[in-house]
């Protein structure tokens, strides 16, 4: 019991004085940089230093490998190029894409188009939203129609305040697995319900907000595993902080600049702190 009161007590911590930064600073990006490294060094105190960034993984800070997201509006479509930039100097494109957003039957229909040059592959995410309803698919140019969906979103009023209930349902046609989830909220409060074919584990969340502050706890009914999660967000980006017991915290900074945000993720093994992850994302806008 012990143990378990002074873990809450460094999640609790760990949480707020994030928060409390992320909310408080706007963070320019060299300044970001430098108090990223603190925050990083802080964490990471006495232990080796393991960094992945979006699928890189490197040791320590050298060699990281940025992701460049480069989009130009063209006519009625946008275009760009998505790009690895390796060790600050080298820009190496990855992959092509074309977006477009368009009037189709009293809804809206918006096509992502990727062109991987690696792999020589097309990947295609469509999705049409009309009136309380989404439909999407998803597909490639080797494996054709690979995802459908659909999701279906309702109001009304309630006895003494309004609810929302969404209701929605996927299919994988590769692994055959479909997925099911709901949810309700009103007000500051919701429950999320989700279900899948091949786990076979439905998982209950809940969330209450108040003033910029989430909490939401997630209990799986099948093993009756319990996740704890915070978030709060700020004026210029956000903190979420995930704790299951027994094996790790992870805490999620994002902070929002004119021109694209940085992502700092540190994912901590609450029995072998030396094994922390560390991770760094940037998504430019330009």
Do not use: C
């Not at 990471?44 to 990281?64: F, Q, Y």
């Not at 940025?66 to 992959?95: E, H, Q, R």
């Not at 899948?196 to 799986?220: C, F, G």
């Not at 903190?239 to 929002?256: C, S, Y």
Request: hydrophobic share 40%; glycine share 8%.
């Amino acid at each position: 019991m012990n143990f378990f009161f002074r873990l809450v007590v460094v999640f609790a911590v760990l949480s707020a004085a994030l928060a409390g930064k992320a909310a408080s600073v706007v963070v320019k990006d060299k300044s970001l940089i430098e108090k990223g490294t603190e925050l990083v060094s802080t964490l990471t105190k006495g232990h080796s230093l393991k960094a992945e960034v979006k699928g890189t993984e490197t040791n320590g800070l050298e060699g990281l490998n940025l992701k460049l997201n480069a989009p130009f509006k063209f006519m009625d479509y946008v275009v760009g190029v998505k790009a690895t930039i390796g060790d600050l100097k080298k820009l190496s494109p990855d992959t092509l894409f074309v977006r477009r957003t368009m009037d189709v039957a009293d809804g809206k229909l918006a096509v992502d188009v990727d062109y991987s040059l690696a792999e020589k592959e097309f990947d295609v995410d469509a999705n049409w939203k009309g009136q309380g309803v989404v439909f999407s698919a998803a597909g490639n140019s080797n494996d054709f129609l690979t995802k459908v969906a659909a999701t279906t979103t309702s109001s009304f009023d309630g006895a003494s305040r309004a609810i929302k209930t969404t209701v929605g349902a996927a299919y994988e046609l590769l692994t055959h697995k479909t997925s099911l989830d709901g949810r309700v909220e009103s007000g500051d409060a919701a429950a999320e319900i989700a279900y899948d074919t091949k786990s076979e584990d439905p998982v209950l969340k809940v969330m209450y907000t108040y003033n910029k502050h989430t909490v939401k706890p997630k209990i799986s009914l099948k093993s009756g595993d319990v996740t704890y999660g915070y978030s709060r967000k700020g004026a210029n980006g956000s903190i979420d902080t995930t704790l299951k017991l027994g094996e790790n915290v992870v805490v999620e900074w994002t902070d929002n600049s004119s021109s694209g945000a940085w992502k700092t993720t540190v994912d901590m093994p609450l029995e072998d702190s030396k094994k922390t992850k560390v991770s760094f994302a940037r998504d430019w806008t330009l």
